[in-house]
């Protein structure tokens, strides 16, 4: 059965840093493309970020600018999102995801056949 738990949200300052982690179960990350996604209230879902299953990385172009940083842990079977310099404007809950077709990033939820529950990220100023 695959599983997705996402944890390392939580409240924060302007400037402040958190690190996301999504646990997973009942596959192996490191045969998949995986992503992080983020919905603010009354927003659709956004993509964030994607690590291919050799590594590669790709970002949102317009509002990460450097701060955000996804990784993947084989032995651990998770992936991470590490995310600094946070913003008011990244108050959302935060989504990983996994992609079964081709291993490329795609903006479009729907290209994701399984989602976490997601973990709240607030930013106060």
């Known amino acids: 059965q695959v599983r997705l738990v996402e944890s390392g949200g939580g409240a924060v300052r302007t400037g402040g840093s958190l690190r996301l982690s999504c646990e997973a179960s009942?596959?192996?990350?490191?045969?998949?493309?995986m992503a992080w996604f983020r919905q603010a209230p009354g927003k659709a879902r956004e993509f964030t970020a994607y690590?291919?299953?050799?590594?590669?990385?790709?970002y949102d172009s317009t509002y990460v600018k450097g701060r955000f940083t996804i990784s993947r842990d084989n032995a651990r079977n998770a992936v991470y999102l590490q995310m600094n310099n946070l913003q008011p404007e990244d108050t959302a809950v935060y989504y990983c995801?996994?992609?079964?077709?081709?291993?490329?990033?795609?903006?479009?939820?729907?290209?994701?056949?399984?989602w976490g529950q997601g973990a709240q990220v607030a930013v106060s100023s």
């Open positions: 995801a996994r992609r079964d077709l081709v291993d490329v990033a795609t903006y479009d939820p729907r290209g994701y056949s399984y």
């Open positions: 009942g596959f192996t990350v490191g045969w998949y493309g």
């Open positions: 690590i291919t299953r050799s590594g590669s990385t790709a």
